[in-house]
């Protein structure tokens, strides 16, 4: 692997240039008993700078920088400054004067193994600067420099531009570089899917095992219980509003560092509703704990994407979905337990951050970066060191921001696309209604089970284990479509075929459909309907839940496979919305209209969302060709 050095001090090598201002420089070339040897060929010129003080800066017409040339603004305004003058200089004729510069031995190469042909190789290399286009190349406002640039110190000249950046960007070494996330062993990978989908089981889990906790806060604090219920409520607004920060955070810095953040500050946060003493510290200490740990529900399944291909993605994502939708109905199992023991409402905070202080050791200790641009940053500052080339850089290293230009370009990102891309805009809407009925089952659940069967509070929230069943049939049904997905996307030359995924989705929206019209209207008599039969009903319903989340999410990842994390944040950020929204009227509509009738009314809208997916399933691919985001 050829690499090169460029070095330039003052008095090192003689300045020698051409008439017409040309330099010329040795290329270096990698010697095979680990030293460099410099044999550059490079052009560039130069120029002087007179400023006010009479000072002349000696600096070369390239800049030294990767991304582009330095600006002398001069302030045109004031007239009569004849001071700011750029003036050429006459440079010297010659060459630059080959010479061997001893380094330290570098470490042993690994054979490469690139193949410029192959179909994988292409694909990624082609993936990575439409990232880079997209994230970090676009057009940034720059800010003028008034006056001169400074001197470079030390009385050195400004060093020589590298004759082209384009190879000193590091890149993977072919399809089969060990170095690339989807290259990592098995055992490495099923590690962080478990790391990742514990934490992401407990910043779910974390969202309504307050739940039962609501009837007692309302005592405690003297509120009603829609009041107490705004606790669950702004938990999952953090969950609205976090991706939108997290999910382009990610697609600039990685996924490891969002993962860190969130875990810690929500584990932090779920400690201060265990130590509030007044409910509007609970309110505020929840929501801040939704919003950093909705970091898990938009980053997780990117980085699942990152690590896994076309065969086993499906796969992987079913943990990430299972964890998502399991958490919420689990939890207020236990919390029940919990509020009704001695321990009393506070432990299910304290259990929560126990929990989410084990999952950001867990992340420390055995998560890598899986992002593939964050992976070759990681790549060019281990060369820069053992090489001792400071030339060597990743594209994602290559722009720098300001804070406009990020929420300009990155953080409305999210944004944009749920609002621009109709595939995005109405697959988000089915899995944003199907979410909001997951939380409002957390207020239907009690009036059924603990008002109208009469149940012990702690023993009506375990009927809440019929949807878990269902969950588990319901993801077995998705991974069991593996197989005939892969066959097709082998059939079509290794390219994902997203619109495949959406056939589950189809079926469980019937099920789903099922599933609360059995729910109400069995469990609307219960004088006369043993408590059994709507607890049955949870299978068909956890059936069409994680049936029709999981593959909607799986379709959308591979729609907007460059950009999943933004695609998953826009997502995230309307459905909790939804989530949010329904705990607060659940209550009121189930008295209003009856526990039949308000299960008819979501039964017939979850009627009408039916046909989403066939319709994506038939016009998907010609939509798929119009967007800015999807890759064809």
């Not at 800049?63 to 002398?72: F, G, Y």
């Not at 050429?88 to 410029?116: H, V, W």
């Not at 307050?210 to 938990?235: D, K, M």
Request: proline letters at 6%; glycine letters at 8%; one cysteine or more.
């Amino acid at each position: 692997m050829a690499m090169t050095t460029h070095h330039h001090q003052r008095g090192e090598h003689p300045e020698l240039t051409t008439e017409t201002g040309e330099l010329q420089a040795s290329n270096s070339e990698y010697t095979s008993n680990g030293y460099f040897a410099e044999d550059v060929n490079s052009t560039g010129s130069q120029r002087t700078v007179t400023g006010p003080n009479e000072q002349q800066l000696r600096i070369p017409e390239q800049c030294p920088t990767a991304s582009e040339a330095p600006v002398l603004a001069v302030d045109e305004k004031k007239k009569g400054e004849e001071n700011n003058i750029i003036q050429k200089s006459q440079p010297d004729e010659g060459e630059f004067l080959a010479t061997a510069i001893r380094r330290r031995p570098a470490l042993p190469q690994r054979t490469s193994t690139f193949n410029p042909n192959d179909p994988v190789t292409l694909q990624r290399m082609e993936s990575a600067r439409s990232i880079h286009s997209e994230i970090m190349g676009c057009k940034l406002r720059k800010k003028r420099v008034l006056g001169l640039l400074p001197p470079f110190g030390a009385g050195k000249d400004y060093p020589v531009q590298p004759p082209d950046i384009e190879t000193y960007i590091v890149e993977f070494d072919g399809a089969d570089d060990p170095m690339h996330p989807q290259n990592w062993t098995v055992r490495k990978k099923l590690k962080i899917m478990t790391v990742l989908g514990f934490a992401t089981f407990v910043v779910a889990w974390g969202s309504s095992i307050f739940s039962p906790a609501t009837f007692v806060i309302g005592q405690v604090f003297h509120v009603g219980t829609v009041t107490a219920i705004l606790a669950i409520s702004l938990y999952v607004v953090g969950f609205a509003s976090g991706p939108l920060i997290w999910g382009p955070l990610s697609e600039l810095y990685g996924r490891r560092l969002p993962t860190l953040i969130s875990t810690f500050t929500t584990a932090v946060f779920h400690m201060a509703v265990a130590r509030s003493d007044d409910l509007a510290s609970v309110m505020i200490c929840r929501f801040f704990a939704g919003f950093f740990g909705a970091s898990c529900l938009a980053v997780v399944p990117a980085s699942f994407a990152d690590i896994f291909g076309n065969k086993t993605r499906g796969m992987a994502i079913a943990i990430f979905a299972t964890s998502v939708f399991s958490g919420p109905i689990i939890a207020p199992v236990v919390g029940g337990f919990i509020v009704t023991s001695y321990l009393g409402w506070r432990w299910t905070a304290y259990l929560t951050s126990i929990m989410g202080f084990a999952s950001f050791a867990l992340v420390v200790y055995f998560m890598d970066e899986t992002y593939p641009p964050q992976v070759l940053v990681e790549k060019a500052q281990f060369l820069r060191r053992e090489t001792d080339n400071w030339c060597i850089l990743a594209r994602q290293e290559q722009s720098k921001f300001e804070l406009s230009d990020l929420l300009e370009h990155n953080i409305s990102r999210p944004l944009k696309m749920l609002f621009t891309e109709p595939i995005l805009f109405l697959i988000t809407l089915y899995t944003a209604f199907v979410y909001g009925i997951l939380y409002l089952l957390l207020e239907a659940y009690p009036i059924i089970f603990y008002q109208g069967y009469g149940m012990a509070f702690q023993i009506s929230e375990l009927p809440y284990l019929g949807v878990v069943v269902g969950q588990i049939f319901g993801g077995a049904m998705v991974v069991g479509f593996e197989p005939m997905t892969y066959r097709r996307i082998v059939a079509n030359g290794g390219r994902p075929i997203p619109e495949i995924r959406l056939i589950p989705t189809m079926i469980g929206g019937i099920l789903f459909t099922i599933g609360m019209f059995w729910l109400t209207w069995s469990g609307a008599y219960h004088s006369h309907v043993h408590w059994i039969v709507p607890t049955i009903s949870g299978i068909f319903t956890g059936m069409g839940l994680i049936s029709i989340f999981l593959s909607a999410l799986n379709y959308i990842i591979e729609s907007y496979l460059m950009f999943a994390a933004s695609a998953v944040a826009a997502n995230t950020f309307l459905r909790s919305g939804f989530g949010a929204g329904f705990p607060l009227f659940a209550g009121a509509m189930f008295k209003t209209l009856g526990v039949q009738w308000a299960g008819t009314l979501i039964g017939c809208i979850a009627l009408i969302l039916v046909p989403v997916p066939v319709l994506f399933y038939l016009y998907g691919k010609r939509l798929r060709k119009m967007s800015k985001y999807a890759p064809t």
